[in-house]
């Protein structure tokens, strides 16, 4: 026998980034705090603050190269994206977000008026979103580095969680969805254009500026949950899609023990999505159910409750069911008819693969 | 005239850390929100979350290589010390921590069982603090980097500022400091002597194990706010060291209007971190006043007050007085008896300076 002299090493690739977070919540143990309602299981923490009142937080972390690439993220969409993302992890509880500190890691060849621009990013986001940011922290880092928390607030009962979906209930998507993959195929083409082409290349971006935006500036959806109050109707389940439709169905069947019926023609998609798609000779169902940063909101709700809000602001694109299959929770009724298991991230049940940023 | 294409572009060593921060507050603006007590002036952000009741928000960031060297900085220490240095900015506004958010950065050189590493310091902090980690992000980046937020409660009107000194106050300081500073001179020559001599070196770290835990894993003084509510004391302000005993004491008199006399002979020092003075030269009392990262607080209090308190868990370092000369608003009175004004990072106004990490 060899002897070791260092313990076991695992790389993270061996277990991936959801066996690291079990990892990490078995290092951790349960919440032992009375106060919180719901950990790390949701879009974001829920503790109590007062009687029937809590509150809510989260966090994301952006990383230059990993993230996002500056040869073609302008620095104030960055600032905004990097609020909005976590805007719409509150916004995924039914919470109103109202806090927020950002924290930024600043590599040595940034410039002041860089990370002013990145603060205007920011600050046109809390205006949309109505948040205060209260504080944070600047440092020196290696690549340009966004951490951004954000509080929210709500009655503890408008909480509303992923396990919440019911049998019969419509599953629906706020807004279209695929847009902001079809924006990331654009901008990297472009980028490569750019080295291959020099100065002479044309990036010909009006054609393609709504894709574009939906991926460097996606909006989160505060405006839909206002709705909802307004017209009195309370989702079941509720998730923001930050890693494509497919995947955010899944943990919504998955925390609520239910499946899920879908139709790929009922895909709510703008004709710019479809544009890119075609002109990649790509399957545009692709984009828009494994994309992902669409920050849209999907929710199921009992079809009378529907009534109550304004047809123009959702699609309906399934049903929750009683899975026939506990293996595969949802199914994809495909445009040509076949019913299909539709997997989380399943690039491979589809004719082509998008590639990764 | 030269036409210039771009922007003015400013380097942040132009402006300096202060600076920057000035900027990204007036891009910002003042908060808004009726609700927010007090945002990015103090350690921790106040905002009201019921009649009487508010909560506490802070935030930091550790990037390896520029805060902590994995070299000699242990997994287990840095999530301890991650956690500490947030506490010790929740405590510094005389509130108890209650939750906390973790979002790690891990490069590829990383593995499981180093993260886990991590979060078992992280745990172990936990514990000691009575916190619990609600939520996070685990991202790709290319230096190991921890974003820590904590919030934490406090009945308003127990809640203590930097602002609140008063003339006749002392000047006090829980545990001992300079400490940290001290480690970090043996860890970084012990690195030094280490590529030097190889193998056979023998760092003899047993003989300064407390100063390279103070700087490895330094605690929050959860403890001394929980004594001061126990015998009915209340400083009239508080912050933590994190900058060192001059910059704070600085702070503390910007934001009440007042100066500071203080006493060298009366700072506290450990034994150890003297024989760390002395074995490289010099002045001890440099590492106390500008070493910093005690994580120990400063606290202003009438001296009829501190008789409720232990004297064991603080000293007395100076009074708060009206100062002589608003531009040197803080007085040291040196152990031969000169009274020399303090700078908050000066130096250069003692007889030697240690190097920077």
């Given at each position: 026998?060899?002897?070791?002299?260092?313990?076991?090493?695992?790389?993270?690739?061996?277990?991936?980034?959801?066996?690291?977070?079990?990892?990490m919540?078995?290092?951790?143990?349960?919440?032992?705090?009375?106060?919180?309602?719901?950990?790390v299981?949701?879009?974001a923490a829920?503790?109590?603050?007062?009687?029937?009142?809590?509150h809510l937080l989260t966090t994301d972390m952006l990383v230059e190269g990993i993230h996002f690439?500056r040869?073609?993220m302008?620095l104030e969409h960055l600032g905004f994206k990097a609020l909005s993302v976590n805007v719409?992890d509150i916004?995924?509880?039914?919470?109103?977000p109202r806090y927020a500190t950002v924290s930024v890691g600043i590599p040595q060849n940034t410039s002041v008026e860089m990370v002013e621009t990145i603060y205007e990013g920011l600050d046109q986001a809390c205006?949309?979103y109505?948040v205060t940011i209260v504080g944070g922290d600047t440092v020196a880092a290696h690549g340009l580095t966004l951490s951004v928390s954000v509080v929210g607030?709500?009655?503890?009962?408008?909480?509303?969680?992923?396990?919440?979906?019911?049998?019969?209930?419509?599953?629906?998507?706020?807004?279209?969805?695929?847009?902001?993959?079809?924006?990331?195929?654009?901008?990297?083409?472009?980028?490569?254009?750019?080295?291959?082409?020099?100065?002479?290349?044309?990036?010909?971006?009006?054609?393609?500026?709504?894709?574009?935006?939906?991926?460097?500036?996606?909006?989160?959806?505060?405006?839909?949950?206002?709705?909802?109050?307004?017209?009195?109707?309370?989702?079941?389940?509720?998730?923001?899609?930050?890693?494509?439709?497919?995947?955010?169905?899944?943990?919504?069947?998955?925390?609520?023990?239910?499946?899920?019926?879908?139709?790929?023609?009922?895909?709510?998609?703008?004709?710019?999505?479809?544009?890119?798609?075609?002109?990649?000779?790509?399957?545009?169902?692709?984009?828009?159910?494994?994309?992902?940063?669409?920050?849209?909101?999907?929710?199921?709700?009992?079809?009378?409750?529907?009534?109550?809000?304004?047809?123009?602001?959702?699609?309906?694109?399934?049903?929750?069911?009683?899975?026939?299959?506990?293996?595969?929770?949802?199914?994809?009724?495909?445009?040509?008819?076949?019913?299909?298991?539709?997997?989380?991230?399943?690039?491979?049940?589809?004719?082509?693969?998008?590639?990764?940023?």
């Open positions: 026998m060899e002897a070791h002299e260092h313990p076991q090493q695992t790389a993270i690739s061996e277990i991936g980034e959801f066996g690291l977070i079990a990892h919540r078995d290092t951790l143990g349960e919440p032992e705090a009375d106060s919180v309602v719901s950990g299981a949701d879009d829920v503790y109590r603050v007062d009687d029937g009142q809590v690439d040869a073609f302008p719409s916004v995924a509880m039914n919470a109103a205006g949309a109505d607030a709500a009655a503890e009962s408008d909480v509303i969680y992923r396990e919440g979906a019911q049998v019969g209930d419509k599953v629906c998507v706020t807004g279209d969805i695929g847009a902001s993959f079809a924006g990331l195929k654009v901008l990297l083409r472009n980028r490569e254009r750019l080295e291959e082409e020099g100065e002479d290349f044309d990036p010909k971006l009006d054609s393609y500026s709504y894709v574009i935006r939906r991926h460097l500036a996606p909006p989160a959806q505060l405006k839909a949950i206002r709705e909802w109050a307004d017209a009195g109707a309370q989702p079941h389940a509720l998730i923001d899609i930050s890693d494509g439709l497919a995947a955010e169905v899944h943990h919504i069947c998955e925390a609520s023990g239910v499946g899920a019926q879908l139709y790929e023609p009922a895909l709510p998609i703008d004709p710019e999505t479809r544009n890119v798609a075609t002109d990649f000779g790509e399957d545009v169902s692709v984009y828009a159910l494994f994309g992902g940063e669409d920050y849209e909101l999907v929710f199921t709700m009992p079809e009378d409750d529907l009534d109550a809000l304004d047809p123009q602001t959702y699609n309906v694109v399934g049903e929750v069911v009683t899975p026939d299959d506990p293996d595969d929770p949802v199914l994809l009724q495909r445009a040509h008819g076949e019913n299909v298991p539709l997997q989380p991230d399943g690039f491979e049940h589809f004719d082509d693969s998008p590639p990764q940023q």
